[in-house]
């Protein structure tokens, strides 16, 4: 039977994974290096609101498996996804701590908030996780309170700032641009009319927020290379639209993408959703959008 490698760990949601919980991600990747510990984050999916509260309008930064890729471009080894269910809200703390995090995990040191808390009910906190760990021989180091409202308050504003389409402000906060991954899918063909033909984007997880609508910058790398374009975000009034959709006009390129699938970041907004009097109206908005990405794009790529 081959040893479970000891683990320092970190627990969240994490998601967003912004320049709040990078400063925690790279304490725990230092300290795996120095420490000879397996650098780990122990994370929860679904969302607890969705399971306990069925709440099914939640939008969270990330789908699952973004959560994963992005913990693992900053450096952490292991990124265990635990399904929240019932069976786990129903855990008692110490089970939790005994079964999880010491037998299962192999547990040397955990990261954690003051805030955190855990195990049914969420009735225990850092002070009894600093119980079991006398019991099972493992570490607790608490993460600052400022460190902690950074995480908090980031987030918030995060979702705040995509809602109202202000994605070069997400970035700041992020530290990279915000993105969407989904699968180019077949549409009604009204890019193609207006010779700005579009790839229809469908993401899988209803869950993931969607900037508002509009029309974006964007680039997205495909088959290794950058491409940029333009994302239309919305109903497509002019032409009595009623279905929210996602349109990414991309310039210079006219391979079949039918069914691959893409991530897609955002760089600026553009302007808003706009309803014109005729389709020659749109196409004329659209030439103009043109030219201000590639101005754009032109500058940052100076």
């Known amino acids: 039977m081959i040893a479970k490698s000891a683990k320092i760990i970190t627990i969240g949601t994490f998601d967003g994974i912004h320049i709040g919980h990078q400063k925690i991600l790279k304490r725990i990747v230092k300290l795996a ?9 122990l ?42 269910n019932i069976e786990f809200a129903n855990l008692s703390a110490q089970a939790y701590v005994k079964n999880i995090l010491v037998d299962e995990l192999n547990t040397k040191k955990i990261i954690i908030g003051y805030d ?13 996780l600093r119980r079991f760990a006398k019991i099972y021989d493992f570490e ?56 700005f033909p579009t790839a229809n984007i469908k993401i899988k997880e209803s869950y993931k927020l969607v900037p508002s609508n509009g029309v974006y910058i964007v680039k997205s790398n495909i088959e290794g290379f950058i491409v940029y374009g333009m994302m239309n975000i919305g109903t497509n009034p002019t032409v009595n639209g009623k279905t929210r959709s996602i349109e990414v006009h991309f310039f210079d390129f006219n391979q079949d993408i039918y069914n691959v699938k893409l991530k897609i970041e955002f ?17 004329k908005q659209l030439k103009k959008d043109k030219i201000n990405a590639l101005s754009h794009i032109k500058l940052i790529n100076v």
């Open 267 to 283: 760089i600026k907004r553009l302007r808003s959703e706009q309803k014109f009097g005729d389709l020659d109206a749109l196409k």
């Open 33 to 41: 290096e120095k420490q000879g510990y397996t650098s780990t984050v």
């Open 116 to 128: 955190h808390h855990f195990g049914k009910n969420r009735s225990a906190n850092i002070n009894d």
């Open 43 to 84: 994370t929860l999916f679904p969302h607890p609101r969705m399971v306990l509260q069925k709440n099914d309008k939640i939008r969270l930064l990330n789908s699952i498996d973004e959560r994963v890729d992005i913990l693992k471009s900053f450096g952490i080894k292991e990124v265990i996804v635990k399904e929240f």
């Open 140 to 195: 607790v180091e608490e993460i600052s309170a400022q460190d902690i409202k950074d995480v908090t308050v980031s987030s918030t504003k995060i979702r705040s700032a995509l809602e109202l389409g202000e994605v070069d402000l997400a970035h700041s906060y992020l530290g990279y641009n915000y993105f969407i991954t989904g699968n180019v899918v077949r549409g009604k063909g009204l890019g193609r009319t207006l010779t």
